[in-house]
C-alpha cells in the first residue's frame, strides 16, 4: 500500500527546547494511526506540522506524493478536527458543516448532495437546522466530523477530538469514528494520551516520549511485545524487573529477577553479550490459584495485597525470595474463592510471557 504521510527527518525546536526530534514515519493510505503519548511528549506539534500551523525546523514532509513542508494550511489536502470542535454558534448543523464548501465554491446542488449524505453517515438526520447550543456534546463532535469529511481530503487530523465526552459516551464515539474510517477508506491520523482509546481504533499506535517515537506497530505487537520500559508501563500496566542470565540450555536461559526468583525465559528474548536486562511481565500475564499450577515457571507467593476493582481483582503478591509481582486475575469466584491478603498461592508464568526491554 502506498504511503499518504511520509514525515522524513523532521525536527521542531521552540528556542532550546526540542518538541519533535528527527522523526520519521510513513502512514499508508487509508490507515487509521494514533499518535500516543503524555503530554508534553511532541505528538500535537507533530500534527501542528502536518496540518500546516507549524514549520518544520529541519526535515521534510509530504502528503499525497506532494512536498508541503512550506505550505499553507490553506493549500493543503488535509482538514482538521480540533478537541473543542470549534463551531459557529450562530450557523445551523447544516451551515456548519457546509461552510467549507462554500470556501471551496462548491456549486450549490453538489453542495446540498454531499452535505446530505454526510449527515446520513454521521446519523444527524433530523438535526440539520439545530444551532450547537442545542445539541448534546456527542451530536456537536459528529457535526465537527461532518464539516472536516465532506471537503473530501486525503487526510483527516484529529486533535484528542474524544476527551470531553464522558465516558459511556466516549466509548460509543470510539466505535462509531473506526467504523466511519472504514467507510471512507480516508487516512486518518489521531491524537491521544488515552492507552485504551489507542488500542481499541487503531491500525498502528506511534508510541511517543520527549520528542521521538518510541516504538511504531499494531495495537497487538505495542501491548505483547513492548520494546522499551516506557512502551510496556505506559500502554497498559507492567512489572518491570532487573533480571541477570543465571544459564543457558538450548533455546531457554535461566534468569534471577530482583528479590531473587528465577525464571526461564526464550533466549530469542535476551540481548547477545549481555549478563543484564530489564525483562516486563504483564499483571494478567501472572496466574494464580491455590492449587499447583501448569506452566514453565511455577512458584508460590505471599498475597500481601487484595484489591478488588469490580469485574477484576488486583493481587500484590511476594515470593519467599522476596521478588514482588502484581497480578491481575479475573474476578470469578471459581477462580478467586478463599484467596485473600495473607494466603499462599501457586504462581505461573509461561515463557513467552517474559519479553526483555530497552531501559527507559
Known sequence: ?????????????????TAVDRVDLHVAEGEFLTLLGPSGCGKTTLLRMLSGFETPTEGTLV???????HLAPYRRNVNQVFQSYALFPHMTVEENIGFGLRMQKVPAEEAARRIAEVIDLVALKGFEQRKPHQLSGGQRQRVALARAIVPRPKVLLLDEPLSALDAKLRQQMQLELKRLQKHLGMTFVFVTHDQEEALTMSDR???????RIEQIGSATEI??????????????EA????????????????????????????????????????????????????SRIEAENVFQATVRE??????LDRLHLETGAGTRLTAVVANESAILEAIHA???VWCGLHVDDLIVVRPA
Open 306 to 311: 487484595e484489591l478488588f476493582q469490580g469485574v
Open 223 to 236: 501491548y505483547h511485545k513492548p520494546c522499551t520500559a516506557f512502551v510496556a508501563d505506559f500502554i497498559g
Open 205 to 211: 499506535i506511534a508510541v511517543f516520549n520527549r520528542g
Open 342 to 344: 495473607g494466603d499462599q
Open 239 to 290: 512489572n518491570l524487573l532487573d533480571a541477570e542470565l543465571v544459564s543457558r540450555n538450548g533455546t531457554t536461559g535461566r534468569i534471577r529477577v530482583e528479590g531473587g526468583l528465577e525464571l526461564t525465559l526464550a533466549l530469542s528474548q535476551w540481548p547477545q553479550d549481555h549478563s543484564r536486562a530489564l525483562v516486563s511481565i504483564r499483571p494478567e500475564k501472572v496466574l494464580v490459584s491455590k
Open 63 to 69: 502528503i499525497g506524493g506532494e512536498d508541503v513542508t
Open 1 to 17: 500500500m502506498s504511503a499518504m504521510i511520509e514525515v522524513r527527518g523532521v525536527t521542531k525546536r521552540f528556542g532550546d527546547f
